[in-house]
T-cell receptor, first 110, second 116 residues
Framework: KQEVTQIPAALSVPEGENLVLNCSFTDSAIYNLQWFRQDPGKGLTSLLLIQSSQREQTSGRLNASLDKSSGRSTLYIAASQPGDSATYLC?????????FGQGTELSVKP | NAGVTQTPKFRILKIGQSMTLQCAQDMNHNYMYWYRQDPGMGLKLIYYSVGAGITDKGEVPNGYNVSRSTTEDFPLRLELAAPSQTSVYFCASSFTSRQGGSYEQYFGPGTRLTVT
């Protein structure tokens, strides 16, 4: 059974800092991995999707990497801003279904 | 496109009552999903559907029922509501290939349900 873990559960950084969020999974037989952002009281917004054959994806200040052999993905946020404050969730895709981690709550202080 | 829509946004139920959470998508996606999210936790899959007329259980299906009569709609039914069903419910949809590879999932805004 796939288990997805995100560490840390919460992170607070000063504005402008570069940061890395971690996601690990136990079963490497995934189709893809997605990173989502969730603002308080809101739904999920997809940030990046990495296919299993890819190593990384980039969108603006965000870069996500995938290492299936080690069961890890990272989300790198460059030059963080207060508007980046949110909960970030990763999810692996298998058989058409997503398995989610618990999320990392990010706070970027001005 | 409206994307994925959910109604209602909020609901308070008494123990033992029943209700249906509505979900619709206008992207012609074949797969649709229902998740619940408890405070400080990730999302848990309740039920999913691979197409009209086909549904299957997820991780936490007890106490819920679903149907999928059309591609667009995927209602979630709660029978005999219990306090343990207090949660935020999200509906999602995606296009998924025959090999089971799910492309990007799109989420609705959620329904916040309280059972007292």
């Amino acid at each position: 059974k796939q288990e997805v873990t995100q560490i840390p559960a919460a992170l607070s950084v000063p504005e402008g800092e570069n940061l890395v969020l971690n996601c690990s999974f136990t079963d490497s037989a995934i189709y893809n991995l997605q990173w989502f952002r969730q603002d308080p009281g809101k739904g999920l917004t997809s940030l990046l999707l990495i296919q299993s054959s890819q190593r990384e994806q980039t969108s603006g200040r965000l870069n996500a990497s995938l290492d299936k052999s080690s069961g890890r993905s990272t989300l790198y946020i460059a030059a963080s801003q207060p508007g980046d404050s949110a909960t970030y969730l990763c999810a692996t895709s298998q058989g058409g279904k997503l398995i989610f981690g618990q999320g990392t709550e990010l706070s970027v202080k001005p | 496109n409206a994307g994925v829509t959910q109604t209602p946004k909020f609901r308070i139920l008494k123990i033992g009552q029943s209700m249906t959470l509505q979900c619709a998508q206008d992207m012609n996606h074949n797969y649709m999903y229902w998740y619940r999210q408890d405070p400080g936790m990730g999302l848990k899959l309740i039920y999913y559907s691979v197409g009209a007329g086909i549904t299957d259980k997820g991780e936490v299906p007890n106490g819920y029922n679903v149907s999928r009569s059309t591609t667009e709609d995927f209602p979630l039914r709660l029978e005999l509501a219990a306090p343990s069903q207090t949660s935020v419910y999200f509906c999602a949809s995606s296009f998924t290939s025959r090999q089971g590879g799910s492309y990007e999932q799109y989420f609705g805004p959620g329904t916040r349900l309280t059972v007292t």
